[in-house]
């Protein structure tokens, strides 16, 4: 397996690591209770400090309005477009996206 270096898939040996698979999360809803408000650390390694205003998943997002819980259902159309830009998400976060230490 190629792992990207530099942009480029690698050319000599790669050590894999199989890591055990996560436990399901529960859906934004149940989520959303936990973690609207809160302060968390993102980017690492260069961390920078966020406040979660929204949590979403396929189904629907759930934001912070004036301290309450807004929720909102994903259309058909929403609910595909969710689903495909989760993907890439994570092929960028597997991957890299081309540039020097992106993955």
């Not at 480029?8 to 199989?18: F, G, H, V, W």
């Not at 205003?53 to 909102?72: H, T």
Request: aromatic share 6%; net charge positive.
């Amino acid at each position: 397996i190629g792992v990207n270096c530099f942009g480029t898939s690698s050319k000599y040996p790669t050590t894999i690591l199989s890591l055990q698979t996560l436990p399901q999360l529960p859906g934004a809803e149940q989520l959303a209770d936990n973690i609207l408000g809160k302060s968390l650390y993102i980017n690492w390694p260069m961390m920078h400090e966020a406040k979660v205003v929204a949590v979403s998943d396929e189904k629907c997002i759930v934001r912070s309005v004036k301290r309450k819980k807004k929720l909102k259902m994903h259309s058909a159309k929403d609910a595909q477009k969710w689903v495909e830009e989760s993907e890439l998400m994570s092929e960028i976060y597997e991957k890299g996206d081309g540039q020097p230490g992106s993955g």
